[in-house]
């Protein structure tokens, strides 16, 4: 790999040129070759992008020294050797995960459909472009999948697919909650602006899309509350969440969502790490 490290080709008038160390000669090349091989040595060693997903399962599944044993379950994927090396197969349930992520991919995009399609009913003119903003959607990737499985069977995963809808208040919600309710079977419904998780308000529910038999999940929340709970979410994984405050905020947002002027520039002008700030306060 290290072949194609930028830091090893020096620029000339004509192209780019390399020492190389087993021929004891430099290598010449022109400036697009120079481009085509970087651009195949960044594939090759991006495994992870941004948002999880994996971009080259064939660097976990391959087999770099040929000794017939994938690079996820070598010790030493890239040192060919006669020592006797304990297969994790790993590999062997990453493949299984990959086709789980393929077939929720697949389904994804069938519900997506009809999940816009239920709001338009509530608001026929809401623009396409809009649309797509107001409701992001995922299928969990292979590894987060994986992650999942330690604590959960996969085939009882009810989030292997996740919507949002991002709308105005509470009566905005419950308009797609009811449209929703006409066009998918209604597994699980829960209504935390009734009961409060922790001061969390939104309408979950866990749908059924019967063509396929696919559950799948779908969070409504507004705008500001989603923007408080994304922050919360994190500082609760460390544990370093101030529930008092987060409970203020929301109901902040609440009021705000309801019309409130005052409270909506009060809560529109807090930066994300004002809102950190108050999230991360130690509790009296």
Do not use: C
């Not at 197969?89 to 009809?114: F, Y």
């Not at 009734?194 to 779908?218: D, M, R």
Request: hydrophobic share 30%.
């Amino acid at each position: 790999m290290s072949y194609y490290k930028k830091k090893r080709w020096v620029g000339k008038p004509n192209g780019f040129e390399r020492y190389d160390p087993r021929s004891g000669k430099y290598i010449h090349i022109d400036p697009y070759e120079r481009n085509q091989r970087y651009k195949k040595y960044q594939k090759a060693t991006t495994i992870i992008k941004r948002d999880g997903s994996i971009t080259n399962r064939q660097f976990l599944l391959g087999d770099f020294d040929k000794d017939k044993i994938k690079n996820i379950d070598d010790k030493l994927p890239l040192k060919k050797s006669n020592e006797t090396v304990e297969e994790l197969q790993l590999s062997n349930a990453l493949i299984s995960l990959d086709k789980i992520h393929n077939e929720s991919e697949k389904n994804r995009k069938l519900i997506l459909k009809k999940f816009r399609k239920s709001i338009k009913q509530t608001n026929p003119k809401i623009s396409s472009e809009e649309l797509e903003k107001k409701t992001p959607s995922r299928a969990k990737t292979p590894i987060s999948l994986l992650h999942k499985s330690l604590n959960l069977q996969i085939p009882k995963t009810t989030d292997k697919i996740g919507m949002m809808y991002i709308g105005k208040n509470y009566d905005d919600l419950n308009k797609i909650k009811n449209s929703l309710k006409k066009n998918f079977k209604v597994v699980e419904l829960r209504d935390y602006y009734n009961k409060p998780k922790l001061g969390y308000k939104a309408i979950h529910l866990i749908l059924k899309e019967n063509s396929t038999g696919e559950i799948f999940e779908v969070q409504l929340k507004t705008k500001r509350i989603k923007r408080i709970a994304d922050i919360n979410h994190t500082l609760y994984k460390k544990n370093i969440q101030n529930t008092k405050e987060f409970k203020r905020l929301v109901n902040l947002s609440e009021k705000a969502d309801n019309g409130n002027k005052n409270i909506q520039n009060y809560m529109d002008n807090l930066s994300n790490n004002q809102i950190k700030k108050f999230l991360t306060k130690k509790e009296v």
